[in-house]
Structure formats: C-alpha cells, structure tokens
C-alpha cells in the first residue's frame, strides 16, 4: 500500500488527474478499475474519480509496488543545461527568455534540450524545486512559442501559480505583444486582422479563410505599424487568440510575409534564417483577485533579442 498526502500543490486536483501524475506508470483503464473496486480510496474512504482533493486529504493506493515510479537514480531534466536568460523571477512565477531553435517541451523521448527541462533544472540546482518532495507538481512555462520565434515565456513555480497563469491566459488577462517585421509596407498602419482557422497536420501549416467554413476557428490579430526599415514594416502585434502560427499565417494573408518566414512565402530574408517575430512583452491586465494580483497592470519588456539588436543596429545606422 502506497499513501499520498496532498500538500499545496496537489490540492484542487481531482483525483484521476492527480493519480495520472503520481502514478504515471498506473494506466487509466486500471486507475479507474480500482477506484471503483475500492483499491483506490480517500481518507479510508470511498472516492470518485472528478473528487477534488484538499490540502492534508491521504489518498491511499492498495496497488502493486509496480505501478509506483521510483525517484532514485536521479531525474531526466538534469540531462539538460540549466541556463536560462531570466528576465523576472519571484516566490511564485518565473519569465525568461526563448532563443531561436529551442522547443519549449520534448517532442520526442528521450534526452532533448527544451524550455520546461531547463526551467526544471534551473530550479533545481537553486533548491527551489524539489522533485523528490513532489507528488504530482512539476513548475512548467504556462504557453508555447514555436520553435524558431524568440522571445518572453512565463512560468509557474507552483501549482496555485501555473493554475492562475493558464486561467489568466484563457481569459486574456495576460496580454501578449510581439515585435514582426514584415515585409513591403503596412497599410493601413493599424487593423484588426480576423480570419477563420484550420491546421494543415501533414505539413504543419496554418490554412486561413475570410469566412467561416466547417472545421474552422475565428482568430484575432491585431497591429500597429512602428516604423519602416528600408522597405519593410516593423510592428508591434498584440494576439487576443492563441493557435499555433497565427501571427505568421495572419501576416501572409494580407500579403505582407515575415522577413525570413520561407513557409509562408517571403521573398526575401534580409540575414534572417527564420521568422523575424519576437514575444517581447506581456502585461498583466488582471480583473479581480488571484494569487498573483501583485502584478497587476505591471508590463514585462525584453530589452535585447535578435529582433530588437536588428532593430537597434539599423536605427545606428540612420544617424
């Protein structure tokens, strides 16, 4: 028999979701087998599986040893490096920056250099992440950037913490600016860009249309022009939906390419090898409450990146 007691960042989970982390080698056919068979319990007693657990509730496992992941022999992230470029960090969340060509989780099994393991293992080496401690809480950057744009991520270092950064992200209450260079000039210099989504799997590719057809999403952009570099447009674009490739796909729509985005048909890449886009800030336009409120209306800026070096190399070169 194998007991769990739920501290802080296990408590406000149900209980299949919390069994899935903390026994990921217990499949779900038979994590649900038990619970109804009572092998599975809470507080001795019987449980559900959408129960919510509380902080010093005890789930108790009458399972086989088997099913139970050991934590000796050490852990996968510390296969990675620890650097990271932190651009704020605080008792509860963490932002940093993504270099170009970096994931920000594994794609594949196996040791591979991504975002969250870093981020893992950065915590680790400074004694702010115990796994050993942990039964179902892993700190973790709360959205993606694909992997060739640069730029700001934010991450929860506790539970509580990574629950308000998903909620407040799935209500735009953490607002999301990039920097784009696109190609030939912007007009207007401002605009809401709305355009109905589809996701090309096979050749992972955003597919747009103006209207809406069965199977697809409305996204909104929206941008505002900065300044021209020769013949381009540098803007700021301000994302109030999240699918992958949407700044880029939205760009091409209006036949105004990101510098470098060969995907999505630039004819030019003025030195870049990717996408010229940049996550470069985020500002915390919280409405009520959280346990991050302390940061409310305060703005997150990155100061140096490729983009912003670019940008800051040719403004030089015009005095």
């Given at each position: 028999m194998r007991e769990f007691l739920i501290s802080e960042n296990d408590a406000n989970q149900r209980v299949d979701r919390f069994l899935n982390k903390a026994c990921p080698l217990l499949p779900s056919s038979l994590m649900y087998k038990y619970i109804r068979n009572k092998k599975i319990k809470v507080n001795k007693k019987r449980c559900t599986i959408s129960q919510r657990l509380a902080v010093k509730d005890s789930v108790q496992c009458y399972i086989k040893e088997e099913f139970f992941?050991?934590?000796?022999?050490?852990?996968?992230?510390?296969?990675?490096?620890?650097?990271?470029?932190?651009?704020?960090?605080d008792e509860h969340i963490l932002v940093a920056y993504k270099p170009k060509n970096m994931l920000v989780q594994k794609d594949q099994s196996g040791i591979q250099d991504n975002m969250n393991d870093r981020l893992r293992h950065y915590l680790y080496v400074r004694h702010a992440y115990d796994p050993m401690h942990e039964q179902s809480f892993t700190p973790a950057f709360a959205h993606r950037l694909d992997r060739n744009t640069e730029g700001i991520l934010i991450a929860g270092k506790t539970a509580a913490a990574l629950r308000c950064l998903n909620e407040k992200i799935k209500t735009h209450e953490i607002e999301k600016y990039y920097l784009a260079l696109a190609e030939g000039e912007l007009k207007p210099k401002e605009a809401d860009l709305i355009f109905y989504y589809n996701k090309d799997i096979r050749n992972n590719k955003a597919v747009l249309y103006r209207e809406p057809s069965?199977?697809?999403?409305?996204?909104?952009?929206?941008?505002?022009?900065?300044?021209?570099?020769?013949?381009?447009?540098?803007?700021?674009?301000?994302?109030?939906?999240?699918?992958?490739?949407?700044?880029?796909?939205?760009?091409?729509?209006?036949?105004?390419?990101?510098?470098?985005?060969?995907?999505?048909?630039?004819?030019?890449?003025?030195?870049?090898?990717?996408?010229?886009?940049?996550?470069?800030?985020?500002?915390?336009?919280?409405?009520?409450?959280?346990?991050?409120?302390?940061?409310?209306?305060?703005?997150?800026?990155?100061?140096?990146?490729?983009?912003?070096?670019?940008?800051?190399?040719?403004?030089?070169?015009?005095?």
């Open positions: 992941q050991s934590k000796e022999g050490g852990y996968d992230f510390t296969n990675v490096s620890d650097k990271l470029t932190v651009i704020y960090e069965e199977n697809t999403k409305q996204i909104h952009t929206h941008y505002r022009l900065i300044q021209t570099i020769g013949k381009n447009s540098l803007a700021e674009v301000q994302l109030f939906t999240g699918k992958s490739h949407q700044i880029r796909a939205s760009f091409a729509m209006i036949h105004h390419p990101l510098i470098g985005d060969k995907k999505y048909g630039v004819k030019q890449a003025d030195g870049f090898g990717n996408q010229a886009l940049c996550a470069y800030k985020l500002r915390f336009a919280f409405k009520d409450d959280c346990c991050l409120s302390y940061l409310k209306d305060r703005e997150i800026v990155l100061k140096s990146g490729e983009l912003i070096e670019y940008i800051q190399k040719y403004g030089e070169n015009q005095k």
